[in-house]
């Protein structure tokens, strides 16, 4: 008598998709802050240019309905340009990442000084000066975030890139002075100041390229200890382009204004003395 075995029957079980893994609650919680700022943005952009259309159509002309209209413009152009880096910021790098919280930060100060100088509750000039003092901190921003990039396992070359980022810090805030003509006349000592901090910024971060690179030709494992960047979105790096370009423009320009204005304290001839007292 024969038996006859059924083989067993393999039955396929579906394959389950790998679950997604879920956002940071840091992530998210910026991602909810952002999208609520956005929809503050889009309603201020609305009522604004309602009040401007209604300004222009039934009311008289007057100066305090223009800075009204200047004071929409300024609010539309600054809301804008926020609204441009929270719309590219896909990784909600605002918030979390120096450069881009900076660009935002500054941006809203500015709409707000210059709102003060269109209702002279400040001067104009001191508030074409703030800009100018914006810039300047971008500007350092800049520098600094490029040196952080630069760090690696290596106590010695963290020293001297933190000490350049110091001096970068010093030099920014010896500046601003300046920049805001916060006396008619400055000391030639005080130009001498900002031109010493100058040269040890330059000074310390050229000595920290310079001990990063015989580290890194020593020690070729400190290459894996060099930061990861996040990836930055196309239209993240477009803003930062734009605003790279010119802030580099407005530091050229005015650090030849610094130059010219320490030449020309330097070169002034000091009035003279006279004797006064009598002899008999």
Do not use: C
Request: charged content about 10%; cysteine-free; hydrophobic content about 50%.
């Amino acid at each position: 008598m024969s038996h006859h075995e059924s083989a067993p029957v393999k039955t396929s079980t579906p394959q389950q998709p790998a679950p997604t893994p879920a956002a940071p609650p840091s992530d998210t919680r910026l991602g909810k802050l952002k999208l609520a700022f956005l929809y503050v943005l889009i309603a201020g952009l609305a009522s604004s240019a309602i009040v401007a259309v209604a300004a222009l159509l039934l009311w008289d002309f007057t100066s305090a309905m223009a800075r009204s209209l200047l004071t929409i413009f300024i609010f539309f152009t600054h809301s804008l340009l926020v609204l441009g880096v929270l719309w590219a910021d896909k990784r909600n790098q605002v918030g979390r990442l120096i450069l881009p919280t900076t660009i935002v930060v500054l941006a809203l100060a500015n709409m707000i000084t210059t709102t003060l100088g269109t209702w002279d509750i400040i001067s104009a000039e001191t508030a074409w000066r703030a800009v100018g003092l914006y810039f300047l901190a971008l500007g350092a921003v800049f520098v600094i975030n490029a040196s952080l990039q630069l760090r690696i396992a290596h106590q010695a070359v963290q020293i001297a890139l933190y000490t350049s980022i110091g001096f970068i810090v010093a030099t920014v805030v010896a500046v601003s002075p300046w920049v805001l003509q916060v006396v008619e006349t400055f000391d030639p000592l005080y130009y001498r100041i900002v031109a010493a901090l100058a040269i040890l910024t330059t000074a310390s971060f050229l000595i920290a390229l310079i001990l990063r690179g015989i580290a890194l030709a020593q020690h070729h494992e400190l290459t894996s200890t060099k930061p990861v960047s996040e990836p930055t979105p196309n239209g993240l790096l477009v803003i930062y382009i734009i605003t790279g370009t010119i802030t580099a423009i407005v530091w050229m320009s005015g650090l030849t204004g610094l130059l010219i204005s320490g030449m020309t304290t330097q070169s002034r001839p000091s009035s003279p003395t006279y004797d006064n007292r009598r002899y008999y």
